[in-house]
């Protein structure tokens, strides 16, 4: 069924990414554009502490106001340019993404289309339109504010590891130390989040279900005086759905200290180290200074990610479920060769007959003449229709 929920596990993420990526083929120019200016933002991102490095070591220390003017005319160079980069990445993923959902949501209503009606008295109709209505919102919030977010702040932790080991790979092993911590605590969250927010998806889609249930239903439960009962029937669903949410802020409220903890203990180790090797000539001040602005380009994208996770785990069960939908198999779909019908004038069959999958003809010879604009029904059981048409 369609709000029976597993964990999203790495062959399931792997397979709901596979999908994913098909379908945003037709928008591969828009990615590759985005993903390159997320390069060149990233890039200017990093390039600000370095600045004010070369300024300090270069420029106030040796009294040096050339290199000083230089170094600062850089860095409003290198801010406009992020600007610019910045934007146009925006506008370049919205597109992609936007284009994205608009092609899911037509491929889902399609599909929606073709499933027979035992389809719909097995699943609730809730449940269908949650997939239609809060799975895709779902996904529209990482579009427009997320993409962008992950891609960019898991470039900036590895590009600023890599800067800051080329600077002084000494300095950076005294801050490598919280990190097997901050790793594990990462694990750990992936797991309970993961968890956490499938079952968010899954009681989204009960109580809704319960809502559409009670309102179309609303005649025969007022007739019946069964206002009570459907009362505390929705409460018991909203309480579950509360319940759901609140364990997902739990998740996030115990990691989110780690991350800060571990981003404040840095910059302490650096401020102590590196003190000590600016004492003894090893280091230069700028250097330090460096460090503790990077550090920040280290420890924020994490933070990020750590917020950004929730969106991408909810993104992730909702984009699942929407494609076992797509895959949910058609009981009677039309014929490839199907002749299609003509909008105007009377139509003719001669020669008609229908037969169940391995079973007898129920019809056969049939010759109908529908005038434009008459309508006819067959209704009853199979074989009396048959015996109908016969006669």
């Known amino acids: 069924p369609l709000d029976g929920g597993a964990r999203l596990d790495r062959e399931q993420a792997q397979w709901v990414l596979r999908r994913a990526a098909a379908m945003l083929r037709p928008y591969r120019r828009e990615v590759r554009r985005s ?47 992020a600007y610019f980069a910045t934007r146009a990445q925006v506008l370049l993923v919205s597109l992609a993404g936007e284009g994205f959902l608009r092609d899911l949501r037509k491929r889902v209503f399609d599909h929606l289309l073709k499933l027979s009606m035992p389809f719909y008295d097995r699943e609730k109709a809730g449940v269908v339109v949650s997939r239609m209505t809060s799975d895709v919102d779902s996904l529209q919030e990482l579009v427009q504010q997320g993409l962008l977010q992950l891609v960019g702040s898991l470039l900036l932790i590895v590009a600023s590891v890599v800067v800051l080991a080329l600077v002084s790979w000494e300095l950076l092993l005294w801050c490598l130390l919280p990190v097997p911590f901050v790793i594990w605590a990462s694990r750990k969250f992936q797991r309970d989040s993961n968890a956490a927010y499938l ?9 809704l279900s319960s809502l559409q249930e009670g309102i179309s239903g609303v005649r ?10 459907e009362i505390e029937r929705f409460a018991h669903r909203n309480r579950s759905l509360y319940r759901a949410h609140m364990r997902s802020v739990f998740v996030q409220a115990w990691y989110l200290p780690v991350i800060e903890g571990a981003a404040l203990l840095c910059t302490a180790i650096v401020v102590w180290q590196g003190g000590q090797m600016v004492a003894d000539g090893t280091v230069e001040l700028g250097t330090v200074a460096f460090f503790v602005l990077a550090l920040r380009n280290l420890f924020e994208p994490m933070n990020q990610l750590s917020q950004l996770f929730n969106t991408v785990q909810s993104s992730g069960a909702a984009l699942k479920k929407l494609f076992e939908l797509l895959d949910t198999p058609v009981d009677l779909d039309e014929r490839p060769d199907a002749v299609a019908l003509p909008r105007r004038g009377d139509l003719v069959v001669e020669g008609l007959g229908f037969a169940y999958a391995g079973g007898d003809p129920v019809l056969h010879d049939v010759d109908l003449v ?6 006819l029904a067959l209704v009853g059981p199979t074989e009396r229709i048959d015996q109908l048409v016969a006669a």
Do not use: F, W
Request: charge should be positive.
């Open 220 to 229: 025969v439960i007022q007739a019946y005086g069964r206002e009570s009962v």
């Open 370 to 375: 529908l005038p434009e604009g008459q309508k």
């Open 35 to 81: 993903m390159a200016l997320v390069v060149v933002s990233t890039a200017a991102v990093l390039a600000g502490p370095y600045l004010l490095k070369v300024g300090i070591d270069r420029g106030i220390k040796p009294g040096d106001v050339r290199v000083l003017n230089l170094t600062v005319a850089a860095y409003v160079a290198v801010a406009v340019v």
């Open 199 to 207: 079952t968010v998806r899954d009681r989204i889609g009960l109580t």
